[in-house]
C-alpha cells in the first residue's frame, strides 16, 4: 500500500496522523484563494518525488507525481513485480481530474492566455498516469484508467480485483489520485457543498465537506501468485460493486437507494450475509444530504445488525481527497483489520437524530474487525463499495 | 454450465461519416468520408482545418426529454444510446434497469465545457463561473446523465484510457455477462472535437499535418503524416445469448473474446509487442480470422507497430481494412465504432477498401484492402484499439448466427 497525502506522505504517517485525529485542513498555498468562497483544504505540503523516480517523473503533472510516489511505496512494499512476469502485471487508476494543472494551461492557451506545450496535453490526459506507472516498473498487462467522480478510487481497487479474479493479471496496481487547482477548487466551490472550517461527518450541525487531495495505492494479487513467490498478504479482497443512483446529477438518491444496492451488490458478490460484516468506512463527506442517505442506506441493507457496526468517515481528518478518497479508505480499512483499532471521525460536537448508528466519535477504538465494508459515492450518482477480510496469520 | 455467450443485439454509430446502423453501412459500401473543413469549430489559426466533424447534427432528435445544457460528447452519447436502444428494439420498461449495466469510454471527457468554465475564472476570476457548468465538465459526466435519463442503476463504469476507452469498456462487458454478473450492458464510448482538443493535438505534433504537408487521413500509405481528428460515438447493446434468446432479439453478431496487453516501455517495438499479444488472447492459439478492422489512423509510428504486430500473429497474412479514414480518430468511441465497422462487414458481406490508400508502405507490411471493397464471406473478424501511449486491446468479433 502506498499513500500520499495531507497527513502523511507514507502509510505510517497517514495511520498516525489518522488515529490521532490530526487534521490535514488548512489554508491552501499553491494558488491565491483571495476571490474564492472557501481558502481551507486539503493541500500536500513537502513533497517531493522519492530520489528513484525523481528523474523520470520530474515532467509529470502533480497529480501524477503523486501517484507515482504512492506507487513506489505500494510496490517496495509488495516486493513487486520483482521477478514477476511484466505481462502479469495490470495497471488500474483512477482520478476525477488527471493531470489538471497541466490540463489548465492547455486550457488558458486554447483561450488565448498563456504558453503551453505538447507536454502539457499529454501530461492532462488521463491515460498518462496508467503509462507512467507501468513505465516506471515495466508493466505490461491490461492498462486501465477511470473516472467514477469520487467513488473512482474504490472502483479501481474493485476493477483491479476482478482483472485477477478473471485471470487477466496475476497482480494489478489499483490507484486513485487528484490534485487541487485553480479550475478544481473554483468548481467544487461553486458546487456549494464546501464547509468553511471542519468536516464534521454525521454531526447535526455538519456543513459540508472539504476538498483535498494526494493519492493512495493498493496491490491486489492472486493468492497463488503471492503464495509462490512467498509474499504474505495484508487483507483478502471479497467483493465489490459498482453503479449509478440513476436519480440526479449532484443529489443522493432518496434514502440512499443507489448507495444500499451498491452495498447489496458487493454483499452478494462477496457471498456474505449483511451480518458478517463488522466495520464500514463510510463515504461520510460531511455534508448534510450524503450523511443521512448514507445512514439510512447502511440501515436499509443491514438490518437490526446496523447499529452494532462501527462506523467511521476519516474525511474528517484527511478532507476528501476526491479520486483518491476511495483508495485511502481503503488502505485506512485494511489496517484497521491488521491492528484491530479504528480511526476516528474526529470534529464530532452534537448527534444528528438522523444519524442514529454507531458511529466512532472523536477517539480511536479498538475493535477486532474481521469483515470491513469501504462505501463510496460522487457527483453524477456513481457508488462502489469494497469489501475487505482480515487474513489469519497476515504479514 | 457454461459461461453464457455475449451477443450484440443493437449498435447506436454516431460519425461524420453517418448516423445509425444503415448511414454507417451504407457510407462504409461507397467509401464515403465524413472528414471535410470543421464548420463548429472553426480556429483558422491552426495548422488542420479539416476534421471528422458532425455538420448538422441536432440532439434534439434523439433526447426523450429536453436539456437545458449538454457537453458536445454527453450529446453525442444520448445520440449513440437512443440508436443503439431502437436498432435493438429494446423496451427498457421490459428489463431489470436496477441490473442493466452501463459501461463507456471517453479520452477527452466533457472538455469543452471545462474550457467554457475555465474561461471565466480567467477572465471574470472564481465568484463569477458558472455553477451549473461544473457538473457537466465531469468525465463522467456523459455517462451519469446516461443512467439518469433511461434510469440505468446496475453496474457503471467509465474508463478513460485514452484510445482504447470503449474496447476496454467492452472487453469489461464481455467479462461481467461471460461471470454472469450482467446479463445486459450498453458499452461503447464517445469523444467530442472541441478547440483545446485540437490545439493540444497540434501542440503536440499528432495531427494530419505533422509535417507541414498536405492534410490527409491515410492509414499505413507511405505519405502518411498524423491522423485526422474525429468526434462521436458508438454503443452496443450486449446481452448474454440466454437474455436475447429470451426476448427473441435478433443477433447482429457475438462477441467472442477480449484481450488487452500494453507496452512495457514508450518504444514502438514495445507497442508491436503488447498489441501482438492482445491479439494472441483475443485469438486463443487460433489464427481462423477472415478479416482485420485495425485501429491505424495514419500515425507514422503506430501504423507501423501495428502493421508488424499483424505479421507476427498472421505470418500467412489476412485482409486488413481500416475505418479511420471514414469519420477520425474518434479516440474514446473509436474502438466501438470499430466494432460497429465489423457489424456492418457481417451484414454485407464485403471488407471495406482503406480509404486514400494509395502508395502502401513497405514499412508496413499488411494485405491492405485497397482500391475496392472485397467480397468475402466473413465469419470472424478482429478489431484492434490501439492508445499511443502503448495499451491495446483486441475484440474478436462472430457473425451473428
Known amino acids: 500500500m502506498g499513500v500520499v497525502s495531507p497527513v502523511g506522505l507514507n502509510v505510517a504517517d497517514f495511520w498516525s496522523a489518522l488515529l490521532r485525529g490530526e487534521s490535514g485542513i488548512r489554508p491552501l498555498t499553491r494558488f491565491p484563494t483571495t476571490d474564492y468562497a472557501f481558502s481551507a483544504g486539503g493541500e500536500v505540503r513537502g513533497f517531493a518525488l522519492p530520489p528513484p523516480l525523481a528523474a523520470a517523473g520530474a515532467d509529470a503533472d502533480l497529480a501524477t507525481q503523486f501517484m507515482l510516489a504512492a506507487a513506489a511505496e505500494a510496490l517496495r512494499q509488495a516486493g513487486l513485480p520483482g521477478t514477476s512476469d511484466p505481462a502479469a502485471g495490470a495497471v488500474v487508476v483512477s482520478t476525477n481530474f488527471g493531470g489538471i494543472l497541466a490540463g489548465e494551461r492547455l486550457l488558458a492557451h486554447a483561450h488565448g492566455k498563456g504558453p503551453a506545450t505538447g507536454r502539457d496535453f499529454a501530461e492532462y490526459g488521463f491515460q498518462t498516469c496508467a503509462d507512467r506507472v507501468a513505465r516506471a516498473w515495466a508493466l505490461a498487462g491490461p492498462r486501465v484508467s477511470l473516472s467514477l467522480s469520487c467513488a473512482s478510487g474504490t472502483a479501481a481497487l474493485g476493477h483491479a480485483f476482478d482483472l485477477v479474479r478473471s485471470g487477466r493479471a496475476a497482480f494489478a496496481f489499483a490507484g486513485g489520485y487528484d490534485a487541487l487547482s485553480p479550475f478544481v477548487w473554483s468548481g467544487l466551490s461553486a458546487l456549494r457543498t464546501m464547509a468553511k472550517d471542519a468536516v464534521r461527518p454525521f454531526d447535526r450541525n455538519r456543513a459540508g465537506t472539504i476538498f483535498s487531495e494526494g493519492a493512495g495505492a493498493l496491490i491486489v494479487e492472486d493468492a497463488g501468485h503471492a503464495r509462490r513467490r512467498g509474499a504474505r498478504p495484508l487483507c483478502e479482497v471479497l467483493g465489490y460493486g459498482v453503479n449509478n443512483n440513476a436519480f440526479h446529477m449532484t443529489a443522493p438518491a432518496k434514502e440512499g437507494a443507489g448507495s444500499a444496492q451498491v452495498m447489496r451488490a458487493a454483499l452478494a458478490d462477496a457471498g456474505l450475509a449483511p451480518a458478517a460484516v463488522d466495520h464500514i468506512n463510510a463515504h461520510g463527506t460531511g455534508t448534510k444530504p450524503n450523511d443521512v442517505t448514507e445512514s439510512q442506506a447502511i440501515q436499509a441493507v443491514f438490518g437490526e445488525h446496523a447499529a452494532r457496526i462501527p462506523i467511521t468517515s476519516i474525511k474528517s481528518t484527511v478532507g476528501h481527497m476526491m479520486g483518491a478518497a476511495g483508495s485511502v479508505e481503503a488502505i485506512a480499512s485494511v489496517l484497521t483489520l491488521r491492528e484491530g483499532v479504528i480511526p476516528p471521525t474526529t470534529n464530532f460536537r452534537e448527534r444528528d437524530p438522523e444519524c442514529a448508528l454507531d458511529y466512532v466519535f472523536n477517539e480511536k477504538r479498538a475493535a477486532a474487525v474481521t469483515t470491513v465494508l469501504s462505501n463510496s459515492a460522487g457527483i453524477g450518482g456513481c457508488n462502489a463499495a469494497v469489501i475487505l477480510r482480515r487474513v489469519e496469520g497476515a504479514a | ?401
Open chain 2, 1 to 401: 454450465m457454461s459461461a453464457p455467450r455475449v451477443v450484440i443485439t443493437g449498435v447506436g454509430p454516431v460519425t461524420a461519416a453517418g448516423i445509425g446502423r444503415t448511414a454507417l453501412a451504407d457510407a462504409l459500401v461507397a467509401g464515403r468520408s465524413g472528414i471535410r473543413p470543421r464548420a463548429r469549430i472553426a480556429a483558422p489559426g491552426l495548422r488542420a482545418q479539416t476534421a471528422g466533424e458532425l455538420q448538422g447534427f441536432d440532439v434534439a432528435e434523439y433526447l426523450e426529454t429536453p436539456k437545458t445544457y449538454l457537453d458536445r460528447s454527453s450529446e453525442l452519447a444520448f445520440a449513440a444510446l437512443s440508436l443503439a436502444l431502437e436498432d435493438a428494439n429494446l423496451d427498457l420498461s421490459t428489463v431489470d434497469k436496477s441490473s442493466a449495466g452501463l459501461m463507456l469510454g471517453t479520452a477527452y471527457g466533457s472538455l469543452e465545457t471545462m474550457a467554457t468554465f475555465y474561461a471565466d475564472l480567467l477572465d471574470k476570476g472564481p465568484r463569477l463561473v458558472k455553477p451549473v457548468l461544473f457538473p457537466h465538465s465531469y468525465a463522467n459526466t456523459a455517462i451519469s446523465l446516461l443512467a439518469i435519463e433511461y434510469g440505468l442503476a446496475g453496474p457503471h463504469l467509465l474508463f478513460t484510457s485514452g484510445g482504447v476507452a470503449s474496447a476496454q469498456a467492452l472487453l469489461t462487458a464481455f467479462d461481467w455477462i461471460r461471470a454472469g454478473r450482467a446479463s445486459l450492458v450498453f458499452a461503447g464510448g464517445m469523444d467530442a472535437l472541441s478547440l483545446p482538443l485540437l490545439t493540444g493535438l497540434e501542440l503536440a505534433g499528432l495531427a494530419s499535418p505533422a509535417d507541414g504537408g498536405p492534410e490527409r487521413c491515410t492509414p499505413f500509405d507511405r505519405a502518411r503524416n498524423g491522423y485526422v481528428p474525429g468526434e462521436g460515438a458508438g454503443i452496443l447493446v450486449l446481452e448474454s445469448d440466454h437474455a436475447a434468446a429470451a426476448r427473441g432479439a435478433p443477433v447482429l453478431g457475438e462477441l467472442l473474446a477480449a484481450g488487452t496487453a500494453a507496452a512495457a516501455d514508450g518504444s514502438s517495438l514495445a507497442l508491436e509487442t503488447g498489441l501482438a499479444r492482445a491479439m494472441a488472447l483475443a485469438l486463443r492459439g487460433s489464427r481462423s480470422v477472415d478479416a482485420v478492422v485495425a485501429a491505424a489512423n495514419g500515425s507514422p509510428a503506430a501504423d507501423a507497430a501495428e502493421a508488424r504486430a499483424l505479421r507476427r500473429v498472421f505470418p500467412t497474412g489476412v485482409p486488413v481494412t481500416s475505418a479511420n479514414p471514414l469519420w477520425g480518430e474518434t479516440a474514446g468511441a473509436a474502438g466501438a465504432l470499430q466494432v460497429a465497422t465489423a457489424l456492418a462487414m457481417f451484414e454485407s458481406g464485403t471488407i471495406p477498401a482503406i480509404l486514400n490508400l494509395t502508395d502502401a508502405d513497405p514499412a508496413c507490411p499488411v494485405q491492405a484492402v485497397m482500391g475496392a471493397p472485397r467480397a468475402v464471406p466473413l465469419e470472424r473478424v478482429l478489431v484492434n484499439a490501439v492508445d499511443a501511449g502503448g495499451t491495446a486491446v483486441s475484440l474478436l468479433l462472430g457473425k451473428g448466427t
